[in-house]
């Protein structure tokens, strides 16, 4: 008797669990979003009014953010290859990593392309640009975190004490 107790209540904690794991990854990706934004904002101030190159830019970035991963592989990557390269093979594969969408990680992929070539004035405006339209990803990511993000919890409990129920 005590075993299958013991073994419907880790029935009932993997299922929760499962749950937990579903809003966790609702969670990384507003926060990536947010903290790549702030990046991106923080690149067109300093493009903006010190006119410096990106490299030494993102070399100077000194936030805590889970960001400070992928400059640092960014930064590793442009000791040897052009902008554009690195950071494509730097955001490569971040959506399983941080809970972006696929279009998202295209977006963020495609910035690295589209910033290198351009003059001062475009590459604000390319800043502006993106700012704007990840800006509006962020905001639907919280959305969906606050209308969605405890249901996963709930359902995983659900399904696990009704499982429980069933083979008590």
């Known amino acids: 008797m005590n075993i299958k107790i013991l073994g419907l209540f880790i029935v009932v904690i993997s299922c929760f669990l499962v749950g937990v794991?579903?809003?966790?990854?609702y969670y990384r990706r507003t926060v990536f979003l947010k903290d790549y934004i702030d990046l991106i904002i923080y690149l067109k101030n300093e493009i903006n009014?010190?006119?410096n190159q990106i490299y030494s830019i993102l070399a100077g970035y000194q936030?805590?953010?889970q960001l400070n991963?992928?400059?640092s592989r960014l930064l590793k990557h442009l000791k040897s290859n052009s902008?554009?390269?690195?950071?494509?093979?730097?955001?490569?594969g971040s959506s399983e990593e941080t809970g972006?969408?696929?279009?998202?990680?295209?977006?963020i992929k495609e910035f690295g392309n589209e910033l290198c070539s351009k003059d001062l004035e475009m590459q604000i405006n390319i800043l502006n640009y993106h700012i704007q339209k990840l800006t509006i990803h962020l905001n639907e990511a919280i959305e969906i975190k606050k209308s969605k993000g405890k249901l996963p919890i709930i359902l995983g409990l659900g399904v696990g004490l009704f499982i429980a129920i069933i083979f008590i």
């Open 63 to 65: 936030k805590n953010t």
């Open 83 to 92: 902008l554009e390269y690195s950071w494509i093979k730097t955001f490569e």
């Open 69 to 71: 991963l992928y400059i």
């Open 100 to 107: 972006i969408s696929k279009d998202e990680e295209n977006i």
């Open 49 to 51: 009014y010190t006119q």
């Open 21 to 25: 794991s579903v809003y966790e990854k």
